[in-house]
Each structure stands twice: as structure tokens, then as C-alpha cells.
């Protein structure tokens, strides 16, 4: 579908009006697939039935024109610019828009002026569409603030990342926050389907298919890799697999703030899982989209101890080993450091009594009151300690034939308190058992279970 274009001939039909249509024209020609199937109804959007469908909520503050301030979040390509856009064919308010890419807090100041001037004279709200909206930073998005907050505009921002990240949170709490979802793969086909009709093109069966995989629910990314597909296919016009194959390599990857948590959390709870499997994969992903090599090492350090800890002790030294590794030869080969301590990390067994412990023990000093180091633990290696009775009472425990004496290392007050609760698993129920052999005590059944 063409974009709206001005009327040719301008005012009284000078010769510069006429080139200008011609110029509007060979663009309209020339743009993207993309842009010339934009919908101009919002029956022809493709996806967002939840939002959009006859009866549903967003649809009906549109078609009525009531829809407040609001965000319109979610993945590239699923229609939100669209949406937004067709806000203007509904609506009796004036319609302005700006995209944060290029526009500044001068530009705000301005279009809140002229809707104040409009409201006043006119008795015309405002709507003002703000794309990119996530790359307005605190001070841009202040001198939003005020407009909304007086109902001079009603905002319509639209963004990629997660509004909760992106977003101040006065500006978020005065605004509706609608998700677009990743088109499914029947959306996508359909677009396809209508692309492939726009440019007098067929494709085999399994062509669409790859095609549709492809895109990820992204409908950009799906209709820019046709038109290269297409150009491809030309003469026959018949698009192959061997054609989508070629035209892939232009596919980029999203990746914001919130896909970057995301990710990582996919990648340590499989590990923490211990699925080797998944684990990869989202190490792939991880990789694919440009994340730091250093970072994902740091990760698998911190997890070794966390998750895996006195289970398996050679989990820290292979995680370290492999921060070592990325350090000296990075990317390509690092990713096989980062694969190998992946899996052994996701294979070992788990136990996170470290974690749990020296969080107990930090929260124990937080709350206080911090106890007195008993005498017998304190540093005597200098000329007059024992005079203050530093040192006095403590027995060496290599001086007993078992390597271990029982006295007291806790101060007094917190005398038999216990940070430490162990685990059963792997490594760590042998180091526990011989432990309470020192100690004298008895096993539980659940470490004689996992004997």
C-alpha cells in the first residue's frame, strides 16, 4: 500500500510544486517493502488481535477517540509505529509526531507551545506521538512531563525496551502501557503472503516457510528479507530456498536492555538447571548478539560459586580458567572456553550452602552488635601480647594426631549459631561426612540416601 502522498501542483501549480510530486513519487517507488505496505487501516494490521481485534481494548479507545497517554512496548517490527499512526485517522484531536532519534527538548518545548496554543484558541487537543521514546534521556523526559500532567498533550511513546527500564517513573505512572508481541507464525505468513502478491512474486512452499523462521516475528525483518529474496529470484521471479538462504545474511538481531536480562537469566537458570542443552543455546544467543565474551566469563565465575559450589570444587577453577582463556585468545575461539565451562558447570552437581552461608553471616553483622573477638583467637605474634591475654587458651590443631581439636571459634554470644547448612550433593557429602566424624555426629538419613 502507498504512502499518503501531497496533492500535485501545489499552489498555483508552479513548476517547483511539480517537481516536488515527482520527487514524492520516484521516493514512493523506491522505498522499502516495509514502507510501502504500511496499513492504513487498522483492519490490514497484521498480529496484536488482543489489542486490536474488533472489541478489543486498545481498538475501542482508538475508534472512539479516548485513548490517554500511553506506551506502546514490545520486539521491533510488531506494528506499534503502525498503531500509533493510525491513531490519526481516528481522532479529532491534532496529531503531531516526533521521533527521540532526532528530536530534542528544544522540539518538546515547541510542540507543547503550539498545543497549548491550539487548546486555547481552538479548543483542539493534542496528541503527540513520540517514537524511539527510550532514547529520550531524564531531563528530555521532564520537560514531557509537565505537558502530560496538564492533559496539554495526550503522549503516545513507542519503544523496543522494557518502559520499566526506559521510562521515568512519573512519566510511566501518568501513561497506559499496551505490550505488542512477536508476530506468530501464521501472522508472518500471511504478511509474506501479501509481500510476495505486492511484488508479483511467488515463493515454494518450503522457501515461505524459511522465510517465516526467519523472521522471528518480527514483520520488518520478514518483508526486508523477501524484497532481497525477490530481487534475487529475478528473472523467474519464483523464490527458492537457495534465495532465502542468500538473503539472510542481512538479518540483524534485536537485542535492548531488557533482551540482555533476559538472556543472561535464560543462560544461568539452564545451567542452574543443569541442561546442558539449553545452556548452549542461550550461550549462542548470547554470543550471536554481540554481548561482551568478558562478561558472560564473569557470570560463569560468580555461578561456580553460587550454584555449584563445594558440589564440585573444580567448577570455580574451570570457570576461572575459561575467564583466563576469553582474556588471551577472545572471539571466535573463546566461545569454545566459555562452551566447555558451560557444560561443566551445567553437568555438576549443585549446591549453593556457600551462597546461603555467607549470606547468613553478612545479614548476622549487618544487624549486629558486632561481637568481641574471644581471647584465645586473638593475634599474639607480638612482643606484650600476652600480657593482655591475647592468644591465651588456643590449642593447635596440628599438635593433635587427628588434625582437629574441638574449642570454641565463635564469640561467646553467638556460640553454636550456624551459618553453614550442607549439602549432600557430589563432592560436598564427602567433605560433610568426614566433617561430622571430627565432630562426632551421626549422619541424617538424607546424607545416607545420596551415599
Request: hydrophobic content about 40%; aromatic content about 6%.
Amino acid at each position: 500500500m502507498s504512502p499518503a502522498r501531497r496533492p500535485a501542483g501545489g499552489q498555483g501549480g508552479q513548476p517547483g510544486s511539480l517537481f516536488d510530486s515527482a520527487v514524492e513519487e520516484e521516493l514512493s517507488r523506491r522505498a522499502p517493502l516495509a514502507a510501502r505496505m504500511r496499513p492504513t487501516r487498522l483492519d490490514d494490521v497484521v498480529g496484536q488481535r488482543h489489542l486490536i481485534a474488533p472489541g478489543a481494548p486498545l481498538r475501542t479507545l482508538v475508534e472512539a477517540d479516548r485513548l490517554s497517554s500511553a506506551v506502546f512496548f514490545g520486539p521491533p517490527g510488531t506494528g506499534k509505529t503502525t498503531v500509533a499512526r493510525l491513531v490519526a485517522e481516528h481522532t479529532k484531536r491534532r496529531y503531531r509526531a516526533l521521533s527521540a532519534v532526532d528530536a530534542g527538548v528544544k522540539d518538546v518545548r515547541a510542540e507543547l507551545e503550539s498545543a497549548r496554543t491550539s487548546l486555547g484558541t481552538e479548543g483542539r487537543g493534542t496528541i503527540l506521538f513520540l517514537d524511539e521514546v527510550h532514547r529520550f534521556n531524564k531531563a528530555q523526559q521532564d520537560a514531557l512531563l509537565h505537558g502530560v500532567e496538564e492533559g496539554v498533550i495526550s503522549l503516545i511513546g513507542a519503544t523496543t525496551e522494557n518502559p520499566f527500564f526506559a521510562l521515568n517513573t512519573p512519566l510511566l505512572s501518568r501513561s497506559t502501557l499496551w505490550r505488542f508481541e512477536a508476530l506468530d507464525e501464521e501472522d508472518v505468513t500471511l504478511l509474506l503472503e501479501r509481500g510476495l502478491e505486492t511484488e508479483g512474486a511467488t515463493a515454494a512452499p518450503e522457501a515461505l516457510r524459511l522465510l517465516a523462521d526467519l523472521a522471528s516475528g518480527d514483520a520488518r525483518v520478514a518483508l526486508t528479507i523477501l524484497e532481497v529474496a525477490v530481487a534475487l529470484s529475478r528473472p523467474t521471479g519464483r523464490i527458492e530456498v537457495d534465495q532465502v538462504e542468500r538473503a539472510r545474511s542481512m538479518r540483524a538481531y534485536r537485542h535492548g536492555q531488557e533482551e540482555h536480562y533476559n538472556l543472561i537469566s535464560a543462560y544461568i537458570k539452564s545451567m542452574r538447571g543443569s541442561d546442558p542443552d539449553a545452556a548452549l543455546y542461550w550461550l549462542a544467543r548470547i554470543l550471536e548478539v554481540g554481548e561482551d565474551p568478558r562478561y558472560v566469563a564473569r557470570r560463569l565465575v560468580i555461578l561456580a560459586s553460587e550454584d555449584v559450589g563445594l558440589a564440585d570444587p573444580m567448577a570455580l577453577v574451570v570457570a576461572t580458567a575459561a575467564a583466563s582463556a576469553v582474556e588471551l585468545v577472545g572471539l571466535p575461539e573463546g566461545a569454545l572456553n566459555l562452551a566447555q565451562a558451560t557444560l561443566h558447570l551445567a553437568l555438576a552437581p549443585k549446591s549453593n550452602s556457600s551462597a546461603l552461608g555467607i549470606w547468613s553471616a553478612i545479614e548476622k553483622v549487618k544487624s549486629g552488635p558486632f561481637a568481641e573477638v574471644p581471647a584465645h583467637l586473638k593475634g599474639s605474634n607480638y612482643q606484650g601480647a600476652a600480657s593482655l591475654g591475647h592468644g591465651i587458651g588456643y590449642e593447635y590443631p596440628h599438635d593433635d594426631p587427628r588434625g582437629y581439636i574441638e574449642q570454641e571459634y565463635l564469640p561467646g554470644e553467638l556460640a553454636g549459631m550456624r551459618f553453614f547448612e550442607p549439602g549432600v550433593h557430589g563432592a560436598e557429602g564427602t567433605f560433610v561426612r568426614r566433617w561430622r566424624e571430627r565432630r562426632g555426629e551421626q549422619q541424617d538419613d538424607e546424607e545416607k540416601a545420596h551415599e
